[in-house]
Every structure is written in C-alpha cells, then in structure tokens.
C-alpha cells in the first residue's frame, strides 16, 4: 500500500506541487532524485501529512505547508484523520481515494544536528593576582562570580520531502533540504517550501 511505503521513509517539509517561491534563507537542497518516468504534476487534490506525535506542531506543520501551496487544492491530514494510526493504513488509503485525492505530500524531521558552544565567563579584573584577589574578598569575606559562560547553540535541520501519484501508486520525487537554526515550526515549513519548489521546477515537475 502507498501510505505503508509513504510511514517507512523519513520525510519533512514541502512538496512543490507549485509551492511558493519565497526566498530559503539559510536553507539548502541536499540531494533529490526524481522518477525517470515522472511529467509535469496535475495534482487536482493533495493530502498533506506532517508526522509528528505532537498534534499541536503536526497541526501547525500541515497548516502552513498547505498555505504554500499554489494552483493545488490541498489538505491538511489532520482534518481528515485526528490520529495517524498505522494499523488504518487501508482506511487512510480507501478515505483518500473516495475524496479523490490523486497526490500526497508526507513531511518529517529526519535529523537534528546540534552544537553547543560554551565560551568562558568574564571575571572581574581582581581574579588577575593572588595579592589583589585576596585584597579584595577577605576583608568584606564576599564572592562575586563575575559573568557566567556563555552558551551558544548551532542547530542543523535535514528534511526530507517525497511527493507521491495516489493513482499511480509510486513516489515521484524525494529531496533532502537543510535548514540552519530555524526559528519555529512555521519557519522551518517555509524555508523547505522555497527550496522543494525550486529543486522540483528545475527537474520540470512543476513550472
């Protein structure tokens, strides 16, 4: 079954069909590939899925993906199926079909790369030698720390996004895009949307 195919692959963010061309900052195309056979996409309706065990962020993914898209009738999953539950897999799929969806789009974080970089704190000028240290601290017998270190965090988000034909039954296109240190959910879906929809016109899936 397509969707048991679509829950076994590591999927994120926007299928192009003709998604918006709003510029990726600081968001890269991996890799992608594309079925040989695969024209030009005429999806009439897509089904959206962000797989995410937080309904509250798989919401706010296929909302702002769906958003995106363009010239494409497209839905969110959550408004069709309030759980994803694999054991309906042939549910979800006779559901999709009797709506007469003929695309979908699944989405999933695949990798969270993060650096934490700790700088050292400041201390105050009297930590310099022993004689001005213990000239300052004994007599008022206080401690002041001085500046904590400092934290910085670099995170890398891969995604990957893979657009399937419901009637054909097969994937069509997969792409793997990165995103440096996306600020919310909202943020990453977009970033992701610009760069797919840019990868699938320059493979001629969309136009």
């Known amino acids: 079954m ?7 692959l590591w999927v994120m963010c ?5 998604l918006n061309a709003c510029a990726g900052g600081g968001t890269n195309m991996v890799n992608s590939w594309k079925e040989p056979s695969a024209g030009a996409l005429e999806f009439k309706k897509v089904a959206v899925f962000f797989l995410h065990k937080d309904q509250t962020v798989r919401g706010i993914g296929e909302e ?3 958003r995106q898209v363009k010239r494409t009738a497209a839905v969110p999953s959550i408004a069709l199926f309030e759980q994803l539950n694999r054991k309906d897999m042939d549910a979800i799929v006779k559901e999709l079909k009797s709506r007469s969806f003929d ?3 699944l989405m ?5 790369d993060e650096k934490i970089t700790v700088s050292p704190g400041i201390r105050p000028a009297y930590y310099v030698t022993f004689s001005s240290y213990y000239s300052y601290v004994v007599p008022t017998l206080e401690y002041y720390s001085g500046l904590p270190p400092k934290e910085s965090k670099d995170r890398k988000v ?5 657009v399937y034909s419901l009637l054909q039954d097969k994937m069509l296109w997969i ?3 990165e995103t440096s240190n996306p600020e919310t959910i ?4 977009v970033k992701n949307a610009a760069v797919v929809a840019g990868s699938l016109r320059q493979s001629g899936l969309i136009k």
Do not use: F, P, Q, W
Not at 2 to 8: A, G
Not at 14 to 18: F, N, T, V
Not at 186 to 189: E, G, I, M
């Open 186 to 189: 909202r943020d990453l879906v």
């Open 175 to 177: 792409g793997i895009s």
């Open 14 to 18: 926007a299928a192009g069909i003709l």
């Open 158 to 162: 891969k995604v990957e996004t893979v």
């Open 103 to 105: 695309g979908a789009i």
């Open 108 to 112: 999933r974080i695949a990798d969270v």
């Open 2 to 8: 397509i969707l048991r195919r679509m829950s076994s």
């Open 64 to 66: 702002e993906l769906v």
